[in-house]
């Protein structure tokens, strides 16, 4: 008689959950760092607040070296924070990555906001890429919840 296997499927959806959030902290890294070395500062990968964060640090420092030294601070915390965020949220724990999806909510609607100074390239580049990110955390959300429909109330395996 054959044994199943013990496949988690709740776990294995809030993995790749959290596999996004971790996906947004290497866009983050790669997409600033590209910025900060480039001459015109254009994130498209990462995240809007660092592109905003850039344009008054340029306007403000006159020293390339300083400048550059400025903005891999703030890259580097702005992912630690998302990276303690995704660490606990790998450990299982919700709020997390409620915070986390919340956060590059608000950073997405930083695009529209006139500070934002950014090509228009730029400003549907963000768009598409916040818009599929979002879009694939709630589709991996709406697959927990078809999974485990009851909550936590209930032990019974619908699909069975």
Known sequence: ????????????????ITFFLLVVIFFNLIGNFVGISSDYTY????????AIFSRFIENSVLNIGLR????GLITMASSSILFVLYHYGRKG????LVIA???YFIDYLLVFTPIYRESEFSFIWSSFIHLTVLA??????????????????YDHDFAE
């Open 1 to 16: 008689m054959k044994q199943k296997l013990p496949i988690d499927a709740k776990k294995i959806v809030f993995k790749l």
């Open 43 to 50: 994130y498209y990968w990462g995240l809007n607040a660092i």
């Open 68 to 71: 550059i030294f400025l903005l």
């Open 93 to 96: 724990k919700k709020a997390p």
């Open 101 to 103: 999806v919340i956060i």
């Open 136 to 153: 694939l955390v709630m589709a991996t959300g709406l697959l927990y919840l078809l999974i485990n429909p009851g909550g936590d109330r």
